[in-house]
């Protein structure tokens, strides 16, 4: 899946979310309504339209604050442990439960 989403196993709406991201990372500039629709065709709501584009554009704010700032992202292992959070809490809650 992380070497190429287009070969991976996945469902074929989640093939065109990803493919959609991709081209937002890469070349947000040329992103039209036509890929909206392609997104929106494979069956996704605009609301989950509206998330993926949210969570894409905050992932790069975080990236270049990240880079820019010399604050240092998390080590491999931090991220091994953020991953367990998340499943076990998901992203709107940490272990207790507020958020």
């Not at 500039?29 to 554009?57: E, F, K, N, P, R």
Request: glycine share 10%; aromatic share 12%; charged share 15%.
């Amino acid at each position: 899946m992380l070497a190429d989403f287009h070969q991976a196993p996945i469902p074929d709406a989640e093939r065109a979310l990803f493919a959609f991201v991709a081209r937002l990372n890469r070349a947000p500039a040329t992103v039209t309504a036509s890929d909206v629709a392609a997104v929106l065709a494979a069956g996704w709501s605009q609301s989950a339209v509206y998330d993926a584009i949210t969570v894409c554009a905050l992932f790069n704010f975080y990236n270049r604050w990240i880079d820019g700032s010399g604050v240092h992202g998390l080590t491999p292992e931090g991220y091994a442990r953020s991953a367990q959070r998340l499943v076990r809490f998901g992203y709107g809650s940490g272990p207790s439960g507020q958020p």
